[in-house]
């Protein structure tokens, strides 16, 4: 049993251009206090964000994502957060290589779609029949969307993990943000959730930028 106090760093990734909203990432900058599988899954549920990120070197960027219920090979938004706490300019999941640049308040990453794991990507008519969705039964992990703006690439969406751990509906999603940007082959500003925002731009040999703004919320101790 861990009984070594472990600060964990709360931030907010996706946010909007007035600071607020983004999706909630709890990261653990000193891995060892929890150095195996089950103490971190165990962390992760207790926090019960969307996902924890732990990060095993910062010097190169190798970093460790838990849903509080499952390890990922790859996340968007811990990425982006885990670069932009870190000062990174790569970042290491179980996944691949993942190169990180700044522009001003944006943190992008490159990654590739086939990283993200299986979304249903599922497009609605309007804004509006989007926004009147009921939160799904468990079982289905539902990308819903549909355009904005089709002119200019701007599309509004929800997400519904559907895996029945706590998080009935994720706030902001980057792999399923990758998915669709490699679908539609452009760029996209997505608007998702009560109001994250997550710019996204397909680059070549496969690549998708991810970009987006983070704040530091602030620090918890356990």
Not at 68 to 74: A, D
Not at 140 to 163: S, T
Not at 183 to 200: D, E, F, K, M, W
Request: net charge negative.
């Amino acid at each position: 049993m861990n009984t070594t106090a472990t600060d964990i760093d709360v931030l907010r990734v996706f946010c909007a251009g007035d600071g607020r909203h983004g999706n909630r990432l709890g990261v653990v900058r000193d891995a060892r206090t929890h150095p195996d599988e089950s103490s971190r899954q165990a962390l992760a549920k207790e926090l019960g964000f969307s996902e924890t990120v732990f990060v095993d070197d910062p010097e190169r960027g190798i970093v460790d994502i838990y849903t509080p219920g499952l390890r990922l090979p790859f996340a968007g938004h811990p990425l982006v957060g885990a670069a932009w706490l870190l000062d990174l300019e790569v970042v290491q999941p179980p996944a691949g290589e993942v190169w990180v640049r700044g522009d001003g308040e944006f943190t992008w990453i490159e990654a590739r779609a086939e990283w993200a794991p299986p979304r249903t990507l599922r497009q609605y008519g309007s804004v509006a029949e989007v926004e009147a969705l009921e939160v799904p039964e468990p079982g289905e992990w539902i990308y819903a969307w549909a355009w904005e703006e089709e002119a200019a690439g701007r599309i509004r969406a929800r997400a519904f993990p559907g895996r029945g751990d706590g998080i009935d509906e994720d706030e902001a999603t980057g792999a399923a943000a990758l998915l669709l940007t490699a679908q539609l082959g452009r760029a996209l500003n997505i608007t998702q959730g009560r109001g994250s925002q997550l710019l996204t731009a397909p680059g070549p040999d496969g690549i998708v930028e991810l970009g987006g703004r983070v704040r530091l919320e602030g620090t918890l101790a356990l």
